[in-house]
């Protein structure tokens, strides 16, 4: 029962962490010169914590589906994509706003996932 609430709350920090993300990215849009450089440390690390935030969750969430285990190697899979296949994708792709993009996609499988998981998969487990 924890683990099924942590995993969850882990989720949805996730999508809070790439929506901050995505926010500051678009305010740093607007502006130019030195005023940027309040950015620069946020388009560093939040991308690296929603990455492995991604990954832990799929590891929760593949372990508390351990008895279902269609569900387990999904959860597995969206964790590999959202933490190699982002890195792969960064090194990859030559433009910065696909890479940003295709990595907030595959990121998000994680969360995705488990709150399908959660509305299809009613069980006490």
Known sequence: MATRVMTRILAAVVVLVVVIYHALRLMASGCSGGGCDWYIPFSL??????????ALTAAFAAYEARAQRGWSVLLGVCGVLASIGSILAALALS??????WVSTLLVLTVPVAVAVRAAVIRSPT
Do not use: M
């Open 95 to 100: 433009d910065n706003d696909a890479k940003v």
């Open 45 to 54: 690390f939040l991308p690296i914590i929603a990455i492995l935030l991604a």
